[in-house]
Each structure stands twice: as structure tokens, then as C-alpha cells.
């Protein structure tokens, strides 16, 4: 939201217990600690991760905020996405596409959870069944809530082709869950090869991303370009694999500078050639080649700022508020477009033919007051929904399935997002993306019977 919406923070234990309120330091550790042939070394959580993540979440927020384009046409209530067509739009993306970057920290997270628990002797079914139940908890409530709010739509009269259209626009930021998903069932095996061999971890996903986008552009059938929905973001994993095992501890502030200009001027450069779109949102679905030099860039902006953003840190408020959006961060992702529909049709009804046109000048003045009732909204609704998701974080998990057990429940969550993204503007599909979801949920906790495997 892998864009690992997880905290960093690796998991509480009995001997080791840590409260909210503990304080944090500016002299935080590296980003990582550097593996060794002997026996990897855990990876450190360091706060600069978590106030990115944070923030990008924020970010994402925002941007699908302002991406709503709600007035009236001659034909009735027009739902549509406000930004598609402005000129200066592409020139923002590389300043707002920010999933290279939330993938890139999810990674860290990843290796740094991993290692932390393979070094106390867990297994992949326990690490596969945490990340699956953090998951799939806000999954069920989100998946069935839209079900709800499609179907009392369609019962209070409104236009069907209205309803499929908020269906889609909900569905469209799910393609996340599925491909964290994806990504979070590869991550031991992974590392694992990361531990060994790190440029072959590294370097085999990119060239199949490049040889993804070399076939999508010789036959012209833009369907190829979704493999890259693995590839691209399995590259991107192994950066923040990288990241967290420290093996770039060693690059000045010089050269982290000269890396994310390099890896800019690439991107700028194929662009320029028409090898990829200069909108790196139109770079997104499907992905491209374009977005491996731009998780270069945020990778080495990341690095420098990482500093500040340990500092950032220890600010009261900002631990506060760094603190609640972690511990809530999928419950915020899957909940906050439902809720920019909700505001969307109240905003026809209250404000009828008034509406500005999206892109006027009247519609940018009225912008500053929608994102601040966006964000109170969204904040408000995961207040609400997000108990049990930072409820359930600190407690003592329950055991652990076998690892064929996990994989089921992870295939079965993972096949309820892409029924959604196939079929969104179907109500039928929502309400069987919550069943499969809550399958995956079932197929966990009946490791909790008694005689059930624990690995």
C-alpha cells in the first residue's frame, strides 16, 4: 500500500515489551546493518521509514482527493476523474507517484521483519499468516461496506451507470492489495536469494520488467504490460531489501545525490525518446520500465533525507500522528476511497446545479476546504473502522498454519481483489471479494483447532 502499509516495527514479544510512549532519539541507527556470509544480521527499524510511509500515505490521500470530478452534465450527476486531461498533470506525477517508494519501504519492512523472526526460529507459515491477517482484518469490513454502499445506491434510485462508475472508481486502488499480496508470499524465498546473491535478486526482475515492456511495444497488446504488475514491483521490493540489509551504508551524501540525478535524467531521457509516457500515473496501469528509475530517485531522496526525518521523529506531534496512521494504515488505504464517494454524493446533494466544473478557476479556489474535509472524513471513518486492524497489533498471535495452509489463504484473498478489479462495477463482486477474504481469514484460524499444524 511490497507498499507495505505494515509498521517497520518488528513484532512485540512477552521479554521484550515496548510501550507507544517510548521515547525516540535523532541518534536512531542506520538504516540498516549489513548481512554477513556467517548469518544475516536483523535489519534495524529505523523511524525515518515509518514517517515516509506515513506521509506517502497522506499523500495518496490527497492525491485521489483532488482526483474527484463530481458535477452535473446535461444528462444528470457526472463522476469522473477531475485531473485526466490537465496539462500540468504529468509534470506533478513525478512528484505524487509515490508507490515506487511505498514498495521500496515495504521491502524494508519486509527483510527486516523476516530476518528478525527466521533468526528466532519461526517459519514461512508464521510470517505469511501475520502479514495475511493484517490484510485481509480491514479487508473483510472494507470489501463488504462497499457491497452496502453500491447496494443502498441502487435501492435509493440512483442510475445504475452511476453506481458502476463509483464501483470501478473504488476498486481502481486495489490493485495494490493483490499485488502486496503477491509480493509478501515471496518475500523469505526472496531474501533468502537476496542473502546469497543480491545483484541476481535485483537484476533478474528488472530485465523480465524490460523484456515485459520490449514485448508489449513490439506487439502493440497493452494486456502483456500487467506482468509487470509483478515484475516491476518485485524490483522495487528488492531495493528496499537492499536498503534494509545496508549494503548502500556505504554511498556519500555526494553520491546519492549523482544517483538520483542519473537515474532522473534516464527517465527524463526515455521519455523524451517515447519509450514511456511522461505521466507516471499513466506509467502505473499497467506498469512500466519508468517506474525502476524513478524508485532509483526516491530511493537515493529517501537516503538524504533520512536524517531529517529521524529528527522529524521525535517530535511529539509527529510521533502521534506517525504513530496512529501506522497502526490504522490499511484500514486508511481501503477505506478512504468509499468515503470520497460518500462525499462525492453529498456534495451533489447538497450543492445540486451549484457545483464548479472541475479544473475552473472556481473549482481550484474550492479545493483547500474539500481536502480538508477529505482528510477529517477519512481520519474520522478509520477512527471508527480501524480498531480492530490497531487492535490487533501487540497482542499475542495465534499459532501458526503450515505453510501450504498460508499460501491457500493468501491465494484466496488474492483471488477476491481480482475478482473486484475484473468486475468492479458489479455489486455481485464485492459481495464475493468478501467472502473470499473472509475465507482467507477462516482458513487461518482453523489453525487455532486443536491437532492443527503450527509451521
Given at each position: ?13 512477552a ?59 446535461a ?63 480491514p479487508a ?45 508470499v ?11 546473491a ?17 514485448l ?27 536498503l ?30 517515447g ?8 506509467n ?25 526525518l ?25 477505506w ?57 497489533r ?33 455489486i ?9 477474504a ?18
Open positions: 500500500m511490497s507498499l507495505s502499509l505494515v509498521s517497520s516495527r518488528a513484532p512485540r514479544t521479554s521484550a515489551p515496548r510501550t507507544a510512549s517510548a521515547p525516540r532519539t535523532a541518534s536512531a541507527p542506520r538504516t540498516g546493518t549489513r548481512s554477513t556470509a556467517a548469518g544475516p544480521a536483523s535489519a534495524r527499524r529505523d523511524p525515518a521509514v515509518d514517517v515516509a510511509r506515513a506521509a506517502c500515505l497522506v499523500v495518496v490521500v490527497l492525491l485521489h482527493g483532488l482526483m474527484v470530478g463530481v458535477s452535473v452534465g444528462t444528470g450527476p457526472v463522476l469522473e476523474n477531475a485531473l485526466e486531461g490537465w496539462p500540468a498533470f504529468p509534470a506533478l506525477s513525478w512528484v505524487v507517484q509515490i508507490m515506487p517508494l511505498f514498495f521500496l519501504l515495504g521491502g524494508f519492512s519486509a527483510h527486516t521483519q523476516w530476518e528478525r523472526m527466521r533468526e528466532r526460529g519461526a517459519g514461512y507459515g508464521d510470517y505469511l499468516a501475520g502479514r495475511m491477517r493484517r490484510l485481509f482484518v473483510v469490513a472494507a470489501l463488504v461496506a462497499v457491497a452496502v454502499l453500491l447496494s443502498t445506491l441502487t435501492l435509493a434510485g440512483v442510475p445504475s451507470s452511476l453506481v458502476a462508475v463509483a464501483g470501478f472508481r473504488i476498486s481502481q486502488p486495489l490493485w495494490f492489495l493483490g499485488v502486496y499480496v503477491l509480493c509478501t515471496a518475500v523469505p524465498p526472496l531474501v533468502a536469494l537476496h542473502r546469497r543480491p545483484i541476481v535478486g535485483l537484476a533478474a526482475p528488472a530485465a523480465l520488467a524490460v523484456a515485459v515492456d520490449v508489449r511495444g513490439a506487439t502493440g497488446v497493452t494486456a502483456i504490460g500487467f506482468a509487470n504488475l509483478l515484475f516491476v514491483w518485485l524490483t522495487v521490493q528488492q531495493l528496499g531489501f537492499w534494509a540489509s545496508g549494503r548502500l551504508d556505504g554511498l556519500s551524501r555526494r553520491a546519492l545525490g549523482v544517483l538520483a540525478a542519473t537515474a532522473a535524467g534516464v527517465l527524463a531521457l526515455l521519455c523524451t525518446a519509450v514511456w509516457s511522461f505521466d507516471m500515473l499513466a502505473l496501469n499497467p506498469p512500466t520500465g519508468a517506474l525502476l528509475p524513478l524508485a532509483v530517485v526516491q530511493l537515493a531522496l529517501f537516503r538524504l533525507a533520512a536524517p531529517a529521524r529528527t522529524a521523529a521525535t517530535l511529539p506531534p509527529v510521533e502521534r500522528a506517525v504513530t496512529w496512521i501506522s497502526a490504522r494504515a490499511m484500514t486508511v488505504y481501503l478512504h476511497m468509499p468515503v470520497l464517494i460518500v462525499l462525492a454524493g453529498g456534495a451533489l446533494l447538497l450543492a445540486g446545479t451549484a457545483l464548479p466544473v472541475p479544473l475552473s478557476a472556481e473549482w481550484w479556489l474550492t479545493r483547500p476546504a474539500w481536502l480538508a474535509t477529505v482528510l477529517v472524513a477519512v481520519a474520522g471513518a478509520v477512527a471508527l473502522v480501524g480498531r480492530r486492524e490497531a487492535g490487533g501487540g497482542q499475542r498471535p495465534s499459532p501458526a498454519p503450515a505453510r501450504a495452509r498460508a499460501l491457500s489463504s493468501a491465494a484466496a484473498g488474492a483471488a477476491g481483489v481480482l475478482l473486484v478489479l475484473l468486475a468492479g462495477s458489479s455481485a463482486s464485492w459481495v464475493a471479494a468478501a467472502g473470499l473472509a475465507l482467507a481469514l477462516r482458513i487461518l484460524r482453523s489453525s487455532d483447532l486443536p491437532g492443527a499444524v503450527t509451521r
